[in-house]
């Protein structure tokens, strides 16, 4: 099973902390890895019209951001910078190849 996770989160999501999956704002499923890419390439596609600032490390994980979009983080007690997040998992764990 492959999974495409889309997140938001004052971190790029390859950190994977502890508290990643509650910044997930969507997950969608595929039994295809062929399946699974081209969504993921569809959302990496429309991520990189929306923000200017953008880091691949292939093939599990993506992470796009504006410069200034911060947000207030209590536990920090700091603003700090909000990136937009993709992580592809295979049964569970990050993806090791295409």
């Given amino acids: 099973m492959h ?5 938001k989160a004052e971190f790029e999501p390859w950190w994977m902390f502890e508290e990643w999956e509650e910044k997930v704002l969507s997950r969608k499923t595929f039994s295809s890895k ?3 890419r081209k969504y993921w390439d569809g959302l990496v596609e429309e991520l990189r019209r929306n923000y200017p ?5 292939e ?3 993506a992470a796009f951001w504006r410069e ?3 947000e207030y983080c209590e536990s920090c007690d700091d603003d700090m910078q909000m990136y937009y997040g993709l ?4 049964n ?3 993806i090791k190849s295409f």
Avoid: D, K, Q
């Avoid at 992580?87 to 295979?90: A, K, S």
């Fill in 87 to 90: 992580l592809w998992l295979e």
């Fill in 68 to 70: 200034g979009e911060i």
């Fill in 92 to 94: 569970g764990s990050t």
């Fill in 34 to 36: 062929v399946e699974a």
């Fill in 59 to 61: 093939p599990a994980f």
């Fill in 3 to 7: 999974e495409v996770v889309y997140m």
């Fill in 53 to 57: 600032l953008s880091e691949i490390r």
